[in-house]
Nanobody, 123 residues
Framework: QVQLVESGGGLVQAGGSLRLSCAAS????????????MGWYRQAPGKQRELVAS????????YADSVKGRFTIARDNAKNTMVYLQMNSLKPDDTAVYYC????????????WGQGTQVTVSS
């Protein structure tokens, strides 16, 4: 079973930047993140978890309207077990716990969720 560990969160002022990292382990398949559509999700207090960015196996990226132009998702082409989220021009509304996982479908379930990484943006 794949284990996901998110890191890189913290407290930042509005307008600042953070880079989140997602590391996968527990699999002998070194390309596990490359062959799956990977996503960064976030969950703010009292709200449902939402998908904010995804990167497909072929490299196509998609973003929620709320983060488009500010966030960038990327894979590490050398380390097939790493996915990143560069977050710029952060806003207080971006405050949430951020998680990575593969994007699930009706036939592809998500892996077990990690603990996430807290991002807090102060105004």
């Amino acid at each position: 079973q794949v284990q996901l560990v998110e890191s890189g969160g913290g407290l930042v002022q509005a307008g600042g930047s953070l880079r989140l990292s997602c590391a996968a382990s527990g699999t002998i398949f070194s390309s596990i993140l490359r062959i799956n559509t990977m996503g960064w999700y976030r969950q703010a207090p009292g709200k449902q978890r939402e998908l904010v960015a995804s990167i497909a196996a072929g490299g196509t990226t998609n973003y929620a309207d709320s983060v488009k132009g500010r966030f960038t998702i990327a894979r590490d082409n050398a380390k097939n077990t790493m996915v990143y989220l560069q977050m710029n021009s952060l806003k207080p509304d971006d405050t949430a716990v951020y998680y990575c996982n593969r994007v699930s479908t009706t036939t592809v379930p998500p892996w077990n969720w990690g603990q996430g990484t807290q991002v807090t943006v102060s105004s």
